[in-house]
């Protein structure tokens, strides 16, 4: 689930880092979005698999926080991403259990 933190326009478009990381089970992802459109947020494995799916469609302007829950994976490294029209950031996570 993706919700959004306060009514500010961010500057410009940023992917934080997750935290707590490591994290088990369950880690926040924030992301600001600087103009309206299309969203996604993906959890890809180590191979480049998607294994989860946060958020895909269209968000206003603001600041956004998910909260992924990956108890059902095992441990290790996986990535996030965030593509807009006009973005795209990685960034990793690791998955300690």
Known sequence: SVSQLGSEIPDKY???????????PETKIKFDIPQPGLVKLAIYNILGEQVALLQNGFLN??????????????????????????FVSIKKLILLK
């Open 61 to 86: 302007y603001g600041r956004y926080e998910s909260l992924w829950n990956a108890s059902a994976l095992p441990s290790g490294v996986y990535f996030y991403k965030l593509e807009t029209e006009d």
């Open 14 to 24: 940023e992917l934080y880092q997750n935290y707590p990381n490591p994290f088990n």
